[in-house]
């Protein structure tokens, strides 16, 4: 029976934790840039453009981001595209994400008082003008905390993406796992690094909430 | 009582606005014509429907029946660029004051020209310089709205106001939020606008400034313009009961 080291069990984490960094990034910047769109949607003044986009962030908070893994990644396969788990997981984390962000950044932009959008109109702004000009930049003076925050939520969902056999984290301490018989010690320190990612990103967050209201 | 003789050509007109908020109806069917150069002070009761009716002429609030319209043009909520070009024209300042907290006193007063007007940014700024200037707040270009005093922040939104050329400044209590020893400064600036001849329409609760300023005084009273006339007529001739109680209400 092959040995394996502690140092061999690790190395081969850190390596499967850059894919978990490599999606988490993609969710989060395709996630904010959708998640952007679907914003300014949000408070558009055309019939129905609002009340569709609270739909979709309702179907995606209102349901499990595992069932959402199994129906994109059968659901492509279903359309006759040939997808990797990984860009399955990839699209999917980034419409997860961008619901949840566009729900957030609501929230700040709505924090944002209304004589700030009444003021712009009087001055003859559009809508485009007030948000990118008026609104949007106060509203992101409210939205880094939590948005920095979210980013935990995503590194931490990346590990539903082993179930449809993407080897990120979890997927490789899995693997250890069955190669070792050795589960406490692979998902100990499968953990270890999950925390090592997360931790770093909630002390930041936390910091500029705290500055915020300082 | 309203105007027996509306002028032939006004700059704002408004005939039967009709105005309600659910069940409430605000406005109940005001005629008010301002000419070009007049200044008008709207008088009366919180409640009495001042505040919403300045709001209706720049579409701050929509309306449900009458007409309203500023130098020939028809307010129109529903044509977008309508309202732009309406917005142009009609100046705003509010009772608190609103400016742009992100942006130094001198880009608030920037940005609506460089936007809408397509200004180019030296120019917007030479003209910010002038603006601020000329209300009196020359050195404070660089200074965020937070590091301003009350008074100063509102002759900034004045500033901001006027950066856009408008043919009509409507003021909306604008001295309600401020300190008292503040009022004066913005006063000042007010009555400096309507000596060059600018038009404005004021909702105000400064009797003795709307005395001193205003070519016509109208009093408002439960969505109605319940008496309306000169400054003389208003203050020490007033007809009807309503208007009678409320100045000596005031007295007290």
């Known amino acids: 029976m092959v040995q394996f080291s502690l140092w061999d069990i690790f190395s081969f984490l850190l390596g499967a934790m850059r894919w978990t960094v490599l999606l988490s990034l993609i969710a989060f910047v395709g996630g904010g840039l959708v998640g952007l769109g679907l914003l300014l949607l949000r408070f558009s003044q055309a019939r129905g ?67 700030q959008w009444e003021a712009s109109a009087s001055l003859a702004l559009d809508y485009q003008q007030q948000m990118r000009h008026v609104i949007l930049p106060q509203a992101m003076r409210v939205a880094i905390a939590p948005t920095v925050g979210f980013m935990v939520q995503i590194v931490k969902g ?24 050795q589960p406490f010690l692979a998902y100990t ?26 | 009582m309203t105007d027996t003789n509306p002028p032939a050509f006004s700059l704002v007109d408004i005939r039967g606005l009709h105005k309600r908020f659910g069940a409430t109806e605000v406005l109940k069917g005001i005629d008010l014509q301002v000419r070009r150069k007049e200044v008008v002070c709207i008088i009366g009761k919180s409640g009495s429907g001042k505040s919403t009716l300045l ?51 001198g880009r608030n007063v920037m940005l609506a020209p460089s936007l809408v007007k397509g200004i180019p940014r030296d120019d917007a700024r030479t003209r910010a310089q002038a603006l601020l200037e000329r209300v009196g707040l ?17 002759r900034v939104a ?26 004066g400064e913005v006063l000042q600036v007010v009555e400096m ?18 005395r001193k300023v205003s070519d016509r005084v109208v009093f408002m009273h439960q969505g109605l313009i319940h008496e309306a006339g000169t400054p003389d007529e208003i203050f020490n001739h007033p007809q009807s009961p309503e208007l009678q109680q409320f100045l000596s209400a005031l007295r007290d």
Request: charged share 15%.
């Open chain 2, 193 to 210: 606008l309507a000596d060059e001849g600018m038009t404005l329409i004021l909702v105000t609760h400064e009797m003795a400034f709307a």
């Open chain 2, 158 to 183: 004045i500033a901001r106001a006027l950066a856009m050329d408008p043919t009509v400044l409507l003021c909306d209590e604008i001295t309600s939020a401020l300190d008292p020893e503040l009022v």
């Open chain 2, 138 to 154: 020359g050195p404070l270009f660089d200074r965020l709205p937070e590091q301003l005093s009350g008074g100063q922040q509102q």
């Open chain 1, 49 to 115: 453009v609002g009340l569709a986009v609270s739909w979709y962030v309702q179907i995606f908070q209102g349901t499990p981001l595992l069932m959402q893994l199994f129906l994109v990644y059968f659901g492509l396969a279903l359309l006759g595209m040939d997808t990797s788990p990984m860009v399955s997981a990839a699209i999917c984390l980034t419409l997860y994400a961008s619901a949840y962000l566009t729900e957030i950044w609501r929230g700040c932009v709505n924090a944002v008082p209304r004589g």
């Open chain 2, 55 to 105: 709001r209706c002429i720049n579409g701050l609030e929509t309306f449900e029946a009458g007409s309203l319209s500023v130098d020939g043009q028809a307010l129109k909520h529903t044509d977008r660029d309508a309202m732009r070009n309406l917005r142009q024209q009609v100046g705003m300042i509010f009772q608190s004051f609103n400016l742009f907290p992100h942006l130094s006193a």
């Open chain 1, 158 to 181: 990346t590990a539903l993406a082993s179930v449809i056999g993407f080897v990120e984290l979890t997927k490789a301490g899995q693997m250890i796992s069955n190669a070792t018989y």
């Open chain 1, 189 to 214: 320190f499968v953990g270890l690094l999950y925390f090592a990612l997360c931790y770093p990103l909630s002390w930041w967050s936390q910091r500029l909430e705290n500055r915020r209201l300082a």
